[in-house]
């Protein structure tokens, strides 16, 4: 395993402080907000340790506070439902006394029923395509900050880099991913890291055929919910295609879709996520 996919395993090792509450550690990295996928990845990860049988089948959140990235987060697990095949957790994420993040989660255990999925895109194969910081090494200077951090997520764009193209990008886009390292073999920390790697790309597909990145004066970006469909196992730490796209964006808000499949072609994960795109209203001098 690599210190950085370490350093996201010890980030998803919550610390049990009581019966139904975990807290959760926070990286030692310069950060405005807590990064959405590290506070989804670890609500699933509360919700996972107190359930006794069934996988994850589906998750369903809402980003309500910026998280405060110098803090840990408490995780407040609500034990909604134990069914002989499903079980059901309500899990909100707490800093300074309010909540933060709210997470649902459903597991299943394995059912015989019919089966069909859409094909696999047909793309390149990962190991012909450069590591994200290889292609981003003329930009080192710029983005010292960002090569500073540890990344446990091994990233292979396919074509342009989403946020290079600004207003001339088609809103969709494939990349592969898989963890920095080998995961030991615990299906919920498989859909933890997924679901960790999962908020990287979303926002960045909705971006992609409009002027606006993030950053950019005047624009507010932001998670707003995230939603997952885990369909099969899967393993986190071997090559995923994830392919994103962003039917529409309206009213300071986009919409994004993901699917994950594995090197076999099948369907592992779907996602949708909405975000905010919000155009901030230039402030009137004089204005009360």
């Not at 004066?217 to 392919?243: I, N, Q, T």
């Amino acid at each position: 395993m690599s210190t950085s996919l370490e350093f996201l395993v010890d980030l998803l090792d919550l610390e049990p402080i009581e019966v139904n509450i975990f807290r959760g550690t926070q990286p030692n990295e310069e950060r405005q907000r807590v990064f959405g996928g590290q506070v989804a990845g670890q609500a699933l990860m509360a919700a996972g340790r107190t359930v006794e049988h069934g996988r994850v089948h589906s998750l369903h959140s809402y980003f309500l506070r910026p998280g405060d990235p110098t803090v840990p987060i408490l995780y407040e697990v609500d034990r909604i439902r134990d069914g002989r095949s499903f079980t059901t957790r309500r899990v909100v994420a707490v800093q300074h006394g309010r909540a933060i993040f709210n997470l649902e989660a459903s597991f299943h255990d394995h059912d015989d029923g019919p089966e069909h999925q859409f094909p696999m895109p047909e793309v390149p194969a990962p190991q012909a395509l450069a590591p994200l910081a290889e292609r981003l090494e003329p930009w080192k200077d710029e983005l010292a900050d960002w090569f500073a951090r540890p990344h446990p997520i091994d990233q292979r764009h396919i074509g342009e880099l989403p946020w290079h193209s600004r207003g001339a990008g088609e809103p969709s886009h494939r990349l592969w991913i898989r963890a920095e390292g080998k995961l030991p073999d615990d299906p919920l920390l498989h859909a933890c890291v997924a679901t960790y790697a999962s908020d990287m790309s979303l926002i960045d597909t909705i971006l992609a055929p409009h002027e606006v990145r993030w950053g950019d004066e005047g624009f507010m970006s932001a998670s707003l919910d995230h939603c997952m469909w885990f369909h099969r196992p899967f393993r986190a730490d071997e090559w995923l295609l994830y392919d994103t796209d962003s039917p529409v964006a309206i009213a300071g808000r986009g919409l994004a879709r993901g699917f994950l499949f594995d090197q076999s072609g099948r369907l592992c994960v779907s996602m949708v996520q909405e975000g905010l795109t919000r155009t901030l209203r230039p402030k009137v001098e004089g204005a009360g």
